[in-house]
Structure formats: structure tokens, C-alpha cells
């Protein structure tokens, strides 16, 4: 087993130091940052979500996947932006306004970061002129929201009101996610595509992007 295979097995088994001191050590052999990435860390990702979609894997495992990964990653990103490698796209994800719960948020995250899209979390309780402000800022290819209470899912349909209001909906493709959420409901209020879990996001994301 190479190095790279390695450093995958890590990520896959949820080894989070073991895959931090090998990413190291691959980088210090001279291994370059996006073949570290495109080699290991999305292959690997890739799998955890087979693993869940199987019911291999649960919660738990899946977020200690991503957090392997993220070991990973906090030592290629800078290099990846210090040496010119673009992300295949750009999100911006947030919890909508009034919700503080983002476990499910995070994991996408992470994931998406495991598929070489760049990541802008904005974390939980994000107002719609917070996410409208970020999209005139960064200029990402897709936002995506997540509610886990029907009391702020409404939050899901302002947010876009918001964004078409300020002339950047257009600009966006527009994801939803969490237990109240459903496809229905992301068709009614004018969504791009709806994830019931991470696995899910990511291919859903990769669909919509055409990557």
C-alpha cells in the first residue's frame, strides 16, 4: 500500500492524527498538494459516502471521516491557494436565521471540502441579507441553507426572496437540507435541488455544478 492509499485508509477508518502526520510526511517527500487531494482525500470521501448511503457507516463514523480529512486539508489549503490550484467550485453554507444547530451543516462542509470545493461556512443563525451580502462577496457557484426545526425552515424561502430581490439569485444555484426539509418543499420555494444528508449533497452538488 503507497502512501496515498494510506493516507485514504486513514481518512476512510476515521484516523485523524495518523492521517495529519502522513499528509505531513507526503508533503515533506515532496508530494504535490492536489495530487494529495485528488489522489487520496476525495477517493476516500467518495467511499465514506458509498459506506453510508449502505448503512455501513452512521453519523458518528462519517463525521470522523470528515474530521480526518480536515487534518488533512488544514496543511494542503494554504499550499493549494499559495500555489494557484482553483477549486473545482465555491459554496457558501449557513444555518438559516434562528437556528443554531449546524452538526449537519459541518459535515457537508467538510465533505465538499474533500471533493475540491472550496468551502465559506457562515455557521448557524445566518440572516438572509448575511447570505446575500456573502454572495455579492465571494461570488460562489452555490449556496446552501440547512434548518433542522420547521419553526426557521420559512427562513429557506426568505433567504431566496432576498437574494432574487438584490439581482444575485440568477447567480447562484440553491441547495436545502435537514429533517424538515423535502424535495416538495425546495421545488415551492424555488430551490435548485434538496439533500436529505451529506452523502447525498455532495453528488446532488456535483449534479447541479456539472462537475
Known sequence: M???????RYVID???DPARKLTQKMLDDGNEPQAILDEALTPAMDRVGELYERQEYFLPEMMASAQSMQAAMTL???LLSAG???P?????LGTVKGDLHDIGKNVVGMMLEGAGIAVV???????????RDAVKEHKPDLVGMSALLTTTQPMMQTTIEVLEE???RDQVKVIIGGPPTSLSYAEQIGADGYAP????AVRKVRSLLGI
Open 197 to 200: 444528508d451529506a452523502s447525498q
Open 121 to 131: 461556512d457562515l455557521g448557524p443563525d445566518v440572516a438572509p441579507e448575511s447570505f
Open 14 to 16: 476515521g484516523q485523524t
Open 76 to 78: 494542503l489549503r494554504p
Open 88 to 92: 473545482a467550485a465555491t459554496a457558501i
Open 84 to 86: 494557484g490550484s482553483k
Open 166 to 168: 438584490a439581482g444575485v
Open 2 to 8: 503507497n502512501d496515498l492509499e494510506q493516507l485514504a
